[in-house]
C-alpha cells in the first residue's frame, strides 16, 4: 500500500491536473506585475479590468472624507506594537509592548497582517510617502522576523512553533474555530499572506513578493505529509482566504505547486453544494465562508474551472437575493440564519458583520470581471454607501463590528489603541480602497460603475476622465474628457433608476440612453479634449420589504438607505465608543422592546408617496402622518451612513390603524419572556458559535460542535470549559440547553474546579430542546470570574450543549 504521503500527493495532483489543465496545456502561469493583480487577469482585449488603484483619485465627497478618517486612524497606530507578536515568536527583543484585545488573548498578529494591507492600499490611494516609509519598515521588520525563524515562517500565533510542529507531523485536532487548540491560526496567518502580496501589488515592495514565496514554501513543506482527509478536516476551522492567496501567488510566480497547495486549501465540504445550486448556508460562520468563495473564483479564473467559478457566481447569488438586508450586509450574531426568517434580524442586536460586506464586495469585483453585468455593481454600490460607509466614525474615526437591524438599537465604535477586532483590520483596508471599482475597462470600453467624484489616469490610452458631483445629494454626474481619443463610455444605468428616465447630454446635446443587455448605456465617440458628458439619474423614494416578506420595510431613495434617529429612552447617556473588552463590539445597552418601535402607520403598504423632501437639506425627507412613535415631535429621514451615536431605525414595523394596537400588544408578549431573561442575565455563551464561544476563552480536550436543526451545539469526549464574567458576584443560577436526542449522556458541571452538579441527560423533557437551571452557591465567583467546565464520564460525552446562561 502506497505511504498517506504518496497517496495523497497522487490525489491531490490529479486533482491540481484537472483544475489547471487548461493552463499546463499553455506552458505556465502568466507572471503578475504590481499593477496586473490590482487590474485583474485581463488583457487589452478580451476580459475585463480594474484599474491600478494608484490611477484613480478621489475628489471631495463623502468618500475622500472617510478615507482622510481612515488615514489618520491608520497612523495613529503604533507599528512596534502591532510588530510585537511576531517579533515575540521569532525570539527577538520587543520594542514595544503588544497591544491588547484580540491582539493579545488568542489572535496574535491578525491586525498586523491587515496593517499592512492597509498601508498598502492607502499609499496607492494617496501616494502619501509617510504611509510608504511606515510600509517599508514593517516589511522590513518582518523579513528580521523570517531570518530569526530560519524556516521561512512569518507569524504572532501564540506558541505557534509547537502546533505547527505538531501538524507538519500529522497531530492534528481541528474544531470550527480551532486547530491544535490555537483560535483559527490559518485564519491568522493569511492576513500576514495578504499583507505581504499588497505590499508587492501596490506599494512594489519587492522584499515583501519573496518574503510571500518562502512563506508559502513553508506552508507547502509544512502541509505535505498530511492527507487530503487531514487537510479538509483542519479546513473546519476558519482558515480566511488562504486559497485565495495561494493562488495569486501561482500566477504571481507561474509555479504549478502553488497552485496545488491552493486547491488542497479548498474547502470541499463548502465548494460541492455550491457546484451543484444547493444552498446548505443556513447556520453556518459568514464570514468563515465568503473568503473560501473568493478562493474558489480566483482558482476557478486562473485555471478556467467553469465549475468553480459557476459555485461562487452561485454563492454570490443567494446570498444576495435570500440573505442580504437593504444596506447591503448580512448575517446575525456572524450567522446565516434561515432565509425564510428573518425574525432574528429584528430581534437580536448582533447585526450584519462589516467583515462579511467587505468580502462580499471583494467577490463582486471578481465576478464582475468575468461578468460584468450592471447587477454586479449595484449591489456594490448598494453595501458600499449603506454598510463601508456608515460603518466608521466621521471625524474621530472607528469602525463598527455589528450594525443591528432591531429598531431602536445603536452601534459602537472602536478606539485605535483599545480595539483589535477583526473588523477594525478590514476597516483600515475597507475606507482606504474606494477608488477601486469606480472605473474598469476592456479594450476600448470604459466602464463608470460608480458615480463618485474622482480622476482617472487611464494611461494606456492617454486619457484623462474627471467625474464631478454633489452625489447622491444631488441626482447627477458630470464628467470631462482630457485627451483625444475614440472609445466607448460604458454607463451604469442603475437599478434605482426608471425605464427611460435617465438622461444623457455630450456637450449639451441629448443623445440615445438605450439599455444594453449589461445594464449599460454605450456613447462611443470620438472624444476631443474638454468634452463634457452630463448624466441625469432621478432617484425615487421607495419600500423594500424584509427578505422573508414580514411586515417590516426599509425606505430607500436612490442607493441610499434612509433612516431616524430615535430617542426611546429620553436622558440616557449612551457610550458609544467600545471599550478593550473581549465583547466590547457588542453595543450592550438597554434593548427598547420591540412595542416601542416607531410604526408606518397606513391603510395599505402602498405609501412610498407618503414622503416629502425637506427644502435645503439634501437627501432629508419628512413623512406627515406616517409615523406613530412614543417620541415626541415628527421622525426625519436621513442617509443612514449620517447616522451616527444614536438609536436608530433602519427597518421600520408597518400596521394597518386598525391592527396598530393589535400589533404592539402581541409585540410586546411575544417579548414579554425574552425580555425578562435578558433582563436577569449576567453573561451568556453560545455553544458552537465561534465569537461567542472566543469571547469566553474556551479550552477543551477532544471536543466537536455542530448544527441540529439550525440550533448550534457544543460537546466533548473528554471535557471542555468556558469563563463568565460576574464582576458584582450576583450568579444564583446556572441555565443550561440541552437536546433529548443526547438522552443518556453522563457528565459533571464544575465551577471554579468545585463540582457544581451531576448529569445524566434524559428523554422526559416535552420537547427537544429544553433548559434545565443548576444553583450556584453565593460568593462563587472568584475575582468577578466563573470558570464552568463540562466534564464527561468514562464511556460518555459532555454535553451536547445548546445553552447557556448565568443568571442573577
Not at 100 to 111: F, I
Not at 251 to 277: C, D, V, W
Amino acid at each position: 500500500m502506497a505511504s498517506p504521503r504518496k497517496s495523497s500527493r497522487r490525489r491531490a495532483l490529479k486533482l491540481a491536473a484537472g483544475a489547471a489543465a487548461s493552463v499546463v496545456s499553455h506552458g505556465a502561469f502568466a507572471t503578475v506585475t504590481p499593477a496586473a493583480r490590482a487590474e485583474g487577469a485581463a488583457g487589452s482585449q478580451g476580459q475585463v479590468a480594474l484599474f491600478p488603484l494608484s490611477d484613480v483619485r478621489l475628489g471631495p465627497s463623502p468618500f475622500l472624507e472617510a478615507q482622510r478618517t481612515d488615514l489618520r486612524y491608520i497612523l495613529s497606530l503604533d507599528a512596534d506594537r502591532l510588530l510585537a507578536p511576531f517579533l515575540r515568536e521569532a525570539g527577538l527583543p520587543l520594542k514595544q509592548p503588544t497591544y491588547g484585545n484580540w491582539e493579545s488573548t488568542g489572535l496574535d498578529g491578525h491586525m498586523g497582517g491587515h496593517y499592512l494591507s492597509a498601508l498598502a492600499l492607502m499609499y496607492a490611494a494617496t501616494g502619501d510617502e509617510e504611509v510608504l516609509k511606515r510600509l517599508n519598515y514593517f516589511v522590513a521588520e518582518l523579513k528580521r522576523c523570517q531570518q530569526a525563524n530560519g524556516d521561512g515562517y512569518i507569524g504572532g500565533v501564540p506558541g505557534g512553533a509547537s502546533a505547527w510542529r505538531d501538524i507538519a507531523q500529522g497531530k492534528l485536532q481541528a474544531d470550527n474555530f480551532s486547530v491544535n487548540g490555537k483560535w483559527v491560526p490559518w485564519y491568522n496567518l493569511h492576513k500576514t499572506y495578504a499583507g505581504l502580496r499588497d505590499a508587492y501589488t501596490y506599494a512594489s515592495n519587492q522584499d515583501a513578493r519573496a518574503m510571500l514565496i518562502v512563506l508559502c514554501d513553508w506552508t507547502l513543506d509544512l502541509t505535505s505529509h498530511l492527507s487530503d482527509e487531514q487537510m479538509q478536516s483542519m479546513l473546519r476551522a476558519e482558515h480566511g482566504g488562504m486559497n485565495e492567496v495561494l493562488a495569486d501567488v501561482a500566477q504571481m510566480t507561474g509555479q504549478q505547486k502553488y497552485m496545488e497547495l491552493a486547491i488542497r486549501f479548498s474547502h470541499q465540504a463548502i465548494l460541492r453544494p455550491l457546484e451543484e445550486n444547493k444552498d446548505q448556508l443556513t447556520g453556518l460562520h459568514a464570514n468563515t465562508q465568503i473568503p473560501k468563495v473568493i478562493g474558489f473564483k480566483r482558482i476557478g479564473d486562473i485555471t478556467s474551472r467553469k465549475d468553480w467559478q459557476h459555485a461562487a457566481a452561485f454563492f454570490w447569488q443567494t446570498v444576495h437575493d435570500h440573505r442580504t438586508v437593504a444596506i447591503g450586509g448580512n448575517s446575525v450574531k456572524e450567522h446565516f440564519h434561515d432565509d425564510k426568517d428573518f425574525g432574528p434580524m429584528i430581534e437580536e442586536v448582533e447585526g450584519p458583520e462589516t467583515c462579511n460586506t467587505y468580502n462580499m464586495l471583494k467577490l463582486t469585483e471578481l465576478l464582475f470581471l468575468g461578468d460584468a453585468k450592471g447587477s454586479y455593481a449595484d449591489y456594490y454600490e448598494r453595501a458600499l454607501y449603506n454598510h463601508i460607509l456608515s460603518s466608521q466614525r466621521p471625524d474621530s474615526g472607528g469602525f463598527v463590528y455589528f450594525t443591528p437591524m432591531r429598531p431602536n438599537h445603536y452601534r459602537v465604535y472602536s478606539q485605535p489603541q483599545k480595539a483589535m477586532w477583526c473588523c477594525v483590520g478590514s476597516g483600515l483596508e475597507s475606507h482606504a480602497k474606494y477608488g477601486e471599482f469606480i472605473y474598469a475597462h476592456r479594450g476600448d470600453n470604459l466602464y463608470i460603475n460608480l458615480f463618485i467624484p474622482s480622476t482617472l489616469d487611464w494611461r494606456e490610452q492617454g486619457v484623462q476622465i474627471r467625474q464631478t458631483n454633489r452625489f447622491p445629494d444631488e441626482d447627477r454626474s458630470t464628467i470631462t474628457v482630457k485627451g483625444n481619443k475614440t472609445f466607448t463610455l460604458k454607463l451604469r444605468y442603475p437599478e434605482w433608476v426608471k425605464q427611460g428616465a435617465l438622461r444623457i447630454t455630450v456637450n449639451g446635446k441629448p443623445v440615445a440612453a438605450a439599455i444594453g443587455a449589461d445594464r449599460y448605456v454605450n456613447v462611443r465617440r470620438a472624444w476631443r479634449d474638454g468634452d463634457r458628458v452630463e448624466i441625469h439619474l432621478p432617484m425615487t423614494t421607495r419600500l423594500e420589504q424584509m427578505p422573508d416578506k414580514s411586515a417590516y420595510y426599509a425606505v430607500l431613495h436612490g442607493p441610499v438607505v434612509l433612516a431616524a434617529k430615535t430617542n426611546p429612552f429620553p436622558g440616557e447617556q449612551l457610550n458609544y465608543l467600545a471599550d478593550d473588552s473581549r465583547m466590547g463590539h457588542i453595543a450592550s445597552g438597554p434593548v427598547c422592546p420591540l412595542e416601542q418601535a416607531p410604526v408606518l402607520v397606513s391603510d395599505s403598504a402602498a405609501f412610498a408617496n407618503r414622503f416629502r423632501p425637506v427644502p435645503g437639506r439634501p437627501l432629508t425627507f419628512m413623512a406627515p402622518g406616517l409615523v406613530q412613535s412614543v417620541d415626541a415631535g415628527p421622525t426625519t429621514f436621513v442617509p443612514f451612513f449620517r447616522v451616527h451615536d444614536a438609536r436608530y431605525v433602519v427597518y421600520w414595523p408597518y400596521s394597518t390603524p386598525g391592527d396598530l394596537a393589535e400589533r404592539r400588544a402581541k409585540a410586546a408578549e411575544d417579548e414579554k419572556e425574552r425580555l425578562a431573561l435578558d433582563a436577569r442575565t449576567i453573561d451568556q455563551v453560545a455553544p458552537g458559535e465561534q465569537q461567542p464561544e472566543s469571547d469566553h476563552f474556551f479550552k477543551a480536550e477532544g471536543a466537536d460542535a455542530g448544527i441540529n436543526k439550525g440550533k448550534h451545539w457544543r460537546h466533548a469526549t473528554r471535557w471542555f470549559s468556558y469563563e463568565l464574567t460576574d464582576k458584582k458576584g450576583e450568579a444564583r443560577t446556572l441555565r443550561l440547553t440541552y437536546s433529548k436526542l443526547d438522552a443518556g449522556r453522563r457528565f459533571d458541571i464544575l465551577v471554579n474546579d468545585k463540582l457544581l452538579a451531576e448529569v445524566r441527560l434524559d428523554a422526559s423533557a416535552p420537547q427537544e430542546i429544553y433548559t434545565r437551571d443548576y444553583p450556584i452557591p453565593a460568593g462563587t465567583a472568584q475575582a468577578g470570574k466563573l470558570i464552568v467546565k463540562f466534564v464527561a464520564r468514562d464511556g460518555s460525552v459532555a454535553g451536547g450543549l445548546y445553552g447557556l446562561r448565568l443568571l442573577r
